[in-house]
């Protein structure tokens, strides 16, 4: 069955814990529901009894496959295996991790139908042109989404997608505090159209408009509402409003400075912990249960700390027990583990004044952020802000609500007017809105931040560089210094610029050359927001070729940025090529009799010449070609995981087949050894219940042994067995319950049309003989007997009669079928008779007119001479009255022509 395909805009929440997604339309912004009718999807895929289980499904099977499964993708996706904070990552991972040939984080899993673990790539790919058109590959990050996108892909370890719609426009949202390849995530699928696919975080605020940081990667970000603006702020020199946004998610914690003006939102500053988030809270609650279980039972075979299966229940138990103890008036939280090792059980209680001891440090770290924000946005006192709003799952803690207030103070009110897990879905979705040209809304202009410095290498020596005009006229602006050897790093961002923003480079070539991108060791200095230690610091590198080597070294212009997503590239590449002079006309020599001035003053003609402005030379614009390449994956290996992943969709779909038919067969041998003691008793011979039964037993018996693993055919094959047996004592039950019902239809049909043919009605009297005759022979049945013609109701009588000196376990001699084809016999040669529609009347004809008799003349031929009337005088009265009226007439018209 084809698919429809429908445009819809969409925003998508990559969280390490969750994925959200919510679509934009004329009616707002709504989050779309999976399977389940429930908002939120687990972000991990399972593989387990051959086959995987993605979001949804998967969080079913975790707990007894933790081992394969794939889990906190967003935060080893493009990362270094060497990288500081990867064993901390790896904690909350249910799959092994590994380091990659090149060094890169994979995961170990058990791939079906194979035996042996698989070692799956986590990383990403991107090579374009001109305009730095990357692809990117993020593992089994796709089909998050649940069953709420229509059209959508399924997540593969090695195939790396994000869920985006294919036939529509998506906005991702992502963390600010992450590297620029991860920034291209969620454009991996090449078949996905990277103009239409919005990386940016956008949160939606109560009133319905944007609002938030803006971000591109595969992190959480905050979020900002839209405060209603009263007239006095459309006026442009309107005080902005400056909001504080805070959020903590499950892995990460953002603190975001915002000024709103009408119709447009400034990111002032934005400052992060990429690892303070709520999942350190259950960490740290897990190890004290941890630790108290130890301590109760000191010859357990393990340590509950280091095996992952029963740590993932820990986690799960310190989860729920932090929820638990969050809300105000709870000073304890239970807490209960069955058989968590060794069939031991455990039982405590989590007090409030413990776990705010355990959670010290934690809170401590919520300072830095918040003090780094507000000092980059000159905001000298918290007091200075508009609005604090809070957002974020981990922000539901007490100890965190109350460390924000003491951060703030009493000046400014700390707010929860959004909802904390959907905000960045809507914002999302509402920034997809925004770019996508489907759907219509508000103008609102999003200025975003870059987190991190950004320094460029220049092949060949340093170069003139600054910022790029809108209008820039390909004049001659100034020398480019030549090309030297070895290269030259210049600083083409700081951190916190504008996304968007465009920088010019300007130099010299005699042939084709490289600029590379990367980021400084001062991305390094901040140590809770910065890079991690050991971080692949390469951005990309940009190949610029197609310069002239005829005449000399040529002048270049190449206009480096970043796009809506927040990704570096090469814009454009131009070289200027000079344009010949025009040659002005010679002057003409003064005709003869003009008088010439010859009063002029000295020094007069080199003043003119000191007063007349110097013209610059013009120049012809000429593209070049760039190629952007950057770490990851090659073409052949991005084809071998698209391959893969399409192998390995069509092998899913197999499984669920294979599965659906394995329970069509356990159902049916349930539902048949039931039915032969019950339902079927009477209908079934005791010789074809004994050998009917035991083939039952027979193939349940090979279902939960031998045909455990076989495949769809074999069961298709093992259920067709059965049904050979069971069916015809099926159809007798089906029969006997149907019969009496075909009986009366065929009856009824059979009298009405009869009826019909035997009508003496005036509505029927315009059927001739031939119709009723048809009719009538349509109720015979000359198979029969060839010399005997009967009615088919003494054929439906003898067929009924015959039945009823059968007992129920023997097969029918007339069947319902029979009945039933019977009936639509009849109809399809009668109805378009019974219902033919009455002749229309002829017109009658139109009677001619008799002609009038000429009187007779008289021998004199005066009329009326013999018998006829004489002619009546004329009353002189009346022809001066018609002379009159003429002549009135006449001098009207006279009037008018005069």
């Excluded at 998967?58 to 990362?79: F, H, K, P, Q």
């Excluded at 078949?191 to 239409?196: I, K, M, Q, Y």
């Excluded at 090529?577 to 003609?605: C, L, N, T």
Aim: net charge negative; charged share 30%; glycine share 8%.
């Amino acid at each position: 069955m084809a698919l429809r395909r429908i445009m819809s805009v969409a925003g998508v929440d990559l969280g390490s814990a969750w994925c959200l997604i919510a679509t934009a339309a004329r009616g707002g912004v709504d989050v779309c529901l999976n399977e389940a009718s429930a908002r939120k999807n687990a972000a991990m895929v399972c593989f387990a009894d051959g086959q995987r289980h993605i979001g949804l499904n998967a969080e079913s099977v975790v707990r007894s496959n933790y081992l394969s499964t794939v889990n906190n993708m967003r935060n080893i996706i493009g990362r270094k295996f060497d990288e500081d904070d990867i064993p901390m990552q790896a904690t909350f991972c249910g799959a092994e991790l590994v380091p990659l040939e090149d060094g890169f984080v994979g995961v170990k899993v058990r791939r079906p139908p194979a035996s042996a673990f698989q070692r799956c790539p986590l990383r990403r790919r991107r090579e374009g042109s001109a305009a730095g058109a990357g692809r990117c590959q993020p593992a089994g990050a796709s089909s998050l989404g649940g069953g709420q996108l229509q059209e959508r892909h399924r997540p593969s370890v090695h195939g790396h997608r994000h869920p985006v719609l294919l036939h529509g426009h998506a906005a991702a949202c992502s963390s600010q505090c992450l590297q620029d390849r991860g920034r291209q995530l969620p454009a991996a699928d090449p078949r996905v159209d990277g103009d239409r696919l919005g990386v940016r975080h956008l949160p939606l605020g109560p009133q319905g408009v944007p609002g938030g940081q803006g971000n591109q990667g595969t992190q959480r970000q905050p979020s900002a509402p839209m405060f209603a603006l009263d007239g006095n702020a459309k006026h442009p020199c309107y005080h902005p409003i400056k909001v504080l946004f805070l959020d903590m998610g499950a892995s990460d914690f953002t603190a975001t400075v915002v000024a709103f003006r009408n119709g447009e939102l400034r990111v002032l500053s934005s400052c992060s912990d990429r690892t303070l988030g709520g999942r350190l809270f259950d960490f740290a609650i897990a190890k004290k249960i941890c630790a108290d279980f130890k301590d109760k039972y000191k010859n357990l075979s393990g340590d509950p700390e280091k095996d992952k299966k029963t740590f993932y229940k820990v986690l799960q138990a310190a989860e729920k027990a932090k929820k638990t103890i969050s809300p105000h008036g709870v000073d304890e939280a239970p807490i209960y583990i069955e058989f968590l090792m060794d069939d031991y059980d455990f039982s405590g209680a989590l007090k409030l004044e413990e776990f705010n001891r355990l959670t010290a440090d934690l809170i401590e770290r919520i300072d830095g952020p918040i003090q780094q924000a507000l000092s980059e946005a000159g905001i000298d006192s918290p007091a200075e802000l508009d609005a604090v709003e809070v957002v974020g799952g981990a922000s539901r803690i007490r100890a965190v609500k109350e460390r924000f207030q003491q951060i703030i103070g009493d000046g400014c009110r700390i707010t929860t007017t959004m909802n904390a897990d959907e905000t960045v879905t809507r914002g999302a979705a509402m920034a997809c809105a925004l770019l996508a040209p489907v759907v219509r809304s508000m103008p609102f202009d999003i200025k975003d931040v870059y987190p991190f410095p950004v320094q460029l290498h220049i092949e060949g020596g340093a170069e003139a560089m600054g910022d790029a005009k809108e209008d820039d006229d390909d004049e001659d602006d100034g020398g480019a210094a030549p090309a030297s050897s070895g290269s030259a790093v210049q600083s083409l961002f700081d951190r916190g610029f504008t996304i968007g923003a465009t920088r010019k480079l300007v130099l010299r070539r005699q042939s084709s050359f490289n600029v590379s991108t990367t980021y400084p060791e001062t991305a390094h200095s901040n140590a809770a927001g910065g890079l991690p230690r050991n971080a692949n610091t390469a951005i990309a590198q940009f190949s610029v070729a197609g310069v002239s080597q005829e005449g000399g070294s040529s002048k270049i212009k190449v206009f480096l940025g970043t796009d809506t997503s927040g990704i570096v590239r090469v814009k454009e590449a131009v070289a200027l090529e000079p344009m010949p002079e025009e040659e002005k006309p010679a002057e003409e020599p003064a005709k003869d009799g003009e008088e010439m001035d010859v009063d002029k003053k000295e020094g007069e003609d080199s003043d003119a010449k000191e007063s007349a402005p110097v013209k610059k030379r013009k120049f012809r614009r000429r593209e070049l070609p760039v190629t952007t390449t950057a770490p990851g994956l090659t073409a052949a290996q991005l084809q071998e995981a698209c391959e893969l992943e399409q192998a390995m969709l069509a092998q899913d779909e197999e499984r669920r087949q294979t599965a659906n038919i394995k329970n069509d067969l356990e159902a049916y041998i349930y539902g048949q050894r039931d039915a032969i003691i019950d339902s079927l008793k009477e209908y079934i011979t005791a010789e074809e219940k004994e050998s009917f039964n035991k083939a039952l037993m027979e193939m349940e018996d090979w279902l939960y042994d031998d045909g455990y693993d076989a495949t769809k055919e074999v069961y298709l094959e093992k259920l067709a067995g059965l049904k050979k047996l069971g069916d015809p004592i099926n159809a007798r039950l089906f029969e006997s319950q149907n019969r009496q019902k075909a009986a009366d239809d065929l009856k009824s049909v059979i009298q009405s049309f009869m009826a019909v043919a035997n009508s003496t009605e005036s509505k029927y009297a315009h059927l001739g003989d031939d119709d009723r005759k048809t009719i009538r022979l349509n109720f015979t049945d000359r198979n029969l007997r060839r010399d005997e013609v009967s009615l088919a109701e003494d054929w439906l009588l003898a067929g009924l009669s015959n039945q009823s000196s059968l007992p129920l376990n023997q097969d029918p001699v007339i069947t319902v079928a029979q009945m039933q084809e019977r009936v639509q016999n009849i109809r399809r040669v009668c109805q378009p008779i019974a219902s033919k529609p009455k002749p229309k009347p002829k017109p009658a004809a139109k009677a001619e007119p008799e002609p009038e008799p000429e009187p007779a003349k008289g021998e004199n031929g005066d009329k009326g001479a013999e018998g006829g009337e004489e002619p009546m005088d004329s009353d002189p009265a009346d022809e001066n009255a018609g002379n009159e009226g003429k002549n009135a007439d006449n001098a009207e018209e006279m009037d008018v022509e005069k």
